[in-house]
């Protein structure tokens, strides 16, 4: 049952798992916005880069921050295929980019769920112990993904707001053969934001791995909320994911305390749904 | 006189069909050039494929001595040629300065882009005052500035304008042919100046090209070419 004292966990798991909703996220609001395509297989690069973390891990004996970092490397090369063979061929394409996306999603999901069998997978904890914060104590795996997640997510804005690379794919986004008069390579462009999308998709993989444990429907979990967070936020808001998805990392932390099992989720949802209808086009305005 | 632009007996199909056929045009260096024509004359076909936008199908362009068929736009506007495209296609949620920013994408030249931002924000002053006010909110006046501002940050060797004149004030107009003037004798860009108000085009222009239905009709020296058939028909009702 809810009571106050369970306040400051509730806001700390709802910054731990609102920062992470929002990394996975950025890359798929990039995509979207650029390339004008909804890459459903996001989710799944998520838990496929968390289960290729645990095996790299476990394999070569890695340490998991170096796994965490050739994880997110090896989701970036899968960032610039991606771009290469599926969001510039099938440019335009709806249905065709639909399609691939959940034909990926398929192979990657069976392709874990072979890896891992019936066992249940869990990253070692890249920090343990926890730390006393006034009179609340805080688990440093918490405090570690949340500082990570923050640090990655602004050097993203940065990389939006103030790079050049940012302003070009902002230019893209905006007016494609206004972007391409100026000289800009849209495809280089494309390419470099879509291998950015997909690491920082990895590295919350990674992280989601330890502190929630592996499981191959991980990625799709994850997809309900980037939709939601995408579609709550408006299309190119940027702005307006990083309010959207800490109000679902709330909403996420909340109802599992005070509502039994899976209908935690189904409340969750069911409030994004009603927002929805109240505001078809999302919350935020067109900033990025 | 040198050239800076020769385009020699270009076609540009789109699909199966024959947009312009066998279009050849001389932008001479320092010099305003226009091209008139009705609508779908094809004067827009011969831009893109001048910005290397649409596929050349035959012919050649040659721009300071360089074949332009088959380079890719940024090659294009690299080697100095911009085109202010009709419709402007500005970037609407970002700020006045970053648009004009994002002209000079190409540009390593810190000193050079500081200038050049001086000399629009001196040529438009309007540009300076809303300067972060995003692009889609400024006035269509004001956005065709933005957009000619936009070109000007590329450094352009030659500078193409797609309608300029389009949806804009009589008095906004004026102003605009006293721009495009300045843009030209005081920074030396040439200019090819597609128009449908054939005062602004013959107000500034040096020579004139008269398009009809995918061809080139007539040319000459503005005086003369305002009196002959295919111009007067299109423009001033026979
Ligand atoms: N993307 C396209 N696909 C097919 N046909 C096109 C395309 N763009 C232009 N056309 C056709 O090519 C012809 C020339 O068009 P263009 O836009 O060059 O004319 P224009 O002289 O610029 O006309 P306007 O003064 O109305 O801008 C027209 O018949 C037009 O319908
Ligand atoms: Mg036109």
Redesign the interface.
């Known amino acids: 049952m809810f009571s106050i004292n369970l306040m400051p966990n509730i806001l700390i798991n709802t910054c731990v798992l609102g920062v992470m909703y929002i990394l996975t996220s950025l890359g798929f609001a990039f995509i979207f916005n650029m390339l004008s395509s909804i890459n459903l297989a996001h989710g799944a690069l998520y838990m496929i880069a968390a289960y290729a973390c645990y095996y790299i891990s476990m394999l070569f004996g890695a340490s998991n921050w170096v796994a965490m970092i050739i994880s997110a490397v090896i989701l970036a090369a899968v960032g610039l295929v991606l771009e290469r063979f599926m969001f510039r061929l099938f440019f335009n394409d709806f249905d065709k980019i639909i399609m691939v996306g959940v034909a990926i999603m398929t192979i990657l999901q069976t392709a874990a769920t072979i890896a891992s069998g019936t066992k249940t997978l869990v990253i070692t904890s890249y920090a343990t112990g926890s730390t006393i914060i006034g009179k609340i104590s805080i688990s440093n795996e918490k405090l570690l993904t949340f500082g990570i997640g923050l640090v990655l997510l602004l050097a993203s804005l940065y990389l939006v707001n103030r790079t050049?690379l940012g302003?070009?794919m902002?230019?893209v986004s905006?007016?494609r053969?206004?972007?391409?008069?100026?000289?800009?390579?849209i495809n280089k462009v494309s390419a470099l934001i879509c291998a950015i999308g997909c690491a920082l998709a990895a590295i919350a993989g990674c992280l989601m791995g330890a502190y929630q444990g592996l499981s191959s429907t991980m990625g799709d979990t994850m997809n309900l909320r980037i939709l939601m967070l995408v579609m709550l936020a408006g299309a190119?808001s940027m702005n307006g994911i990083l309010i959207t998805g800490i109000v679902m990392g709330f909403l996420d932390s909340l109802f599992p305390v005070i509502i039994q099992g899976n209908a935690a989720s189904a409340a969750a949802i069911a409030i994004v749904v009603v927002l929805l209808l109240i505001k078809p086009k999302g919350f935020f305005g067109?900033?990025? | 006189m040198s050239n800076i632009l020769e385009i020699k007996d270009i076609t540009v199909m789109y699909g199966k069909s024959v947009a312009i056929h066998d279009i050849s045009l001389n932008v001479p260096e320092g010099k305003i050039v226009t091209m008139v024509g009705a609508n779908g004359a094809g004067k827009s076909t011969t831009l893109k494929a001048l910005a290397g936008i649409v596929p050349v199908t035959q012919g050649s362009i040659c721009f300071r001595g360089e074949e332009l068929v088959g380079q890719s736009t940024q090659e294009i506007v690299r080697k100095g040629i911009v085109l202010v495209p009709e419709g402007r296609h500005l970037f609407p949620h970002l700020s006045v300065y970053k648009n004009l920013q994002l002209g000079a994408t190409l540009r390593t030249d810190k000193i050079g882009i500081q200038e050049d931002l001086e000399y629009i924000y001196d040529l438009f002053p309007k540009l300076k005052e809303r300067r972060k006010q995003k692009a889609g909110t400024l006035s269509g006046g004001e956005q065709q500035m933005l957009a000619i501002a936009r070109g000007i940050m590329a450094s352009p060797k030659l500078l193409c304008l797609d309608e300029p004149s389009l949806g804009l004030a009589p008095v906004v107009i004026e102003q605009l042919g006293q721009s495009i003037n300045d843009i030209n004798k005081t920074r030396g860009v040439s200019i090819l100046l597609v128009e449908q108000n054939v005062h602004l085009a013959f107000g500034v222009a040096d020579y004139c090209y008269a398009m009809s239905v995918g061809a080139m009709v007539a040319q000459g020296d503005v005086d003369c070419i305002s009196s002959t058939d295919a111009v007067r028909k299109a423009y001033f009702g026979g």
């Open positions: 050049a302003r070009q902002q230019a905006q007016d053969l206004g972007a391409a008069l100026q000289g800009i390579n190119g067109h900033e990025m």
